[in-house]
């Protein structure tokens, strides 16, 4: 009965999500809304992937919307199938995760959550589950600064339009902008799911990062909505 209810839904084109929910549900749904209604072309980059539990919600969200463009072709009103029909949204992206699967790596941050190996996963069940998604998924075992590489070579010649930077720490997050950088796009946007970790101390974790790559990147970046317990979203606004 649900699988049948789900499949109504999508087939007469509702797209599910509340855009009042604060869990990462919502905020992804917010985020893929963003996008397809801006109808920006781009990757979803993920640093720290766990298990797979927002990656594979990225995942969902991004299939109902593209279902949703899917069912403006099919509208009365002319327009709409022609702005489906010209979306560049039209052609897939690809999604990326980076992780050590370890676990969390050495760090200074003195704060038991995220001491080294927390969070361990197991590679091989997370790539199964997001390998069963139907859409093309890339995997990178290792430290960011490891793999950092081999993720460039795949984002060659393209953007991104949601990296979603969820790995806890200020140095993490500073690699992950670092290595973002150069394919953020304007209308991007760049998610901290732990920017009011450390009692939102402006001077550590992902509070103290962001505010770095403002004042020493060339992009303009404004808050856009917070969610979760400590998640914070911005949008990539201009080019100084
Ligand atoms: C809070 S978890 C991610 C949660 C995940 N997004 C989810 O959907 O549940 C943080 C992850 O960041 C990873 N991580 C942190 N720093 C890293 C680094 N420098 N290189 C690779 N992985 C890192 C950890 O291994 C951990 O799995």
Not at 24 to 30: E, I
Not at 101 to 123: C, H, I, L, R, Y
Not at 213 to 236: A, C, R, T
Request: proline share 1%.
């Amino acid at each position: 009965m649900k699988k049948i209810l789900k499949h109504l839904l999508e087939k007469y084109k509702f797209v599910r999500g509340d855009l009042n929910l604060h869990n990462r549900t919502g905020m992804l749904h917010k985020c893929w809304g963003h996008i397809f209604s801006n109808h920006l072309y781009g990757d979803y980059v993920e640093f720290g992937v766990y298990k797979g539990d927002t990656l594979a919600q990225s995942v969902l969200q991004y299939q109902q919307f593209k279902t949703w463009l899917e069912n403006q072709k099919k509208e009365k009103e002319k327009w709409r199938n022609k702005v489906a029909l010209g979306s560049p949204l039209n052609k897939k992206i690809f999604f990326h995760g980076l992780d050590t699967f370890q676990g969390m790596p050495e760090n200074n941050e003195k704060f038991f959550v995220f001491d080294k190996g927390n969070f361990k996963a197991s590679f091989d069940d997370v790539y199964k589950r997001l390998n069963s998604l139907d859409e093309k998924v890339f995997l990178y075992k290792g430290l960011f600064t490891e793999t950092a590489k081999q993720l460039k070579n795949n984002l060659s010649n393209r953007k991104v339009s949601i990296v979603n930077i969820d790995c806890d720490i200020y140095s993490s997050t500073v690699e992950s902008l670092s290595i973002i950088n150069d394919y953020l796009q304007v209308g991007s946007i760049i998610l901290l799911d732990d920017y009011n970790s450390f009692n939102a101390d402006n001077n550590k974790g992902q509070r103290k990062a962001i505010s770095e790559f403002k004042n020493n990147s060339n992009w303009v970046i404004e808050p856009f909505f917070s969610y979760m317990f400590s998640g914070q979203s911005f949008l990539i606004c201009g080019k100084r």
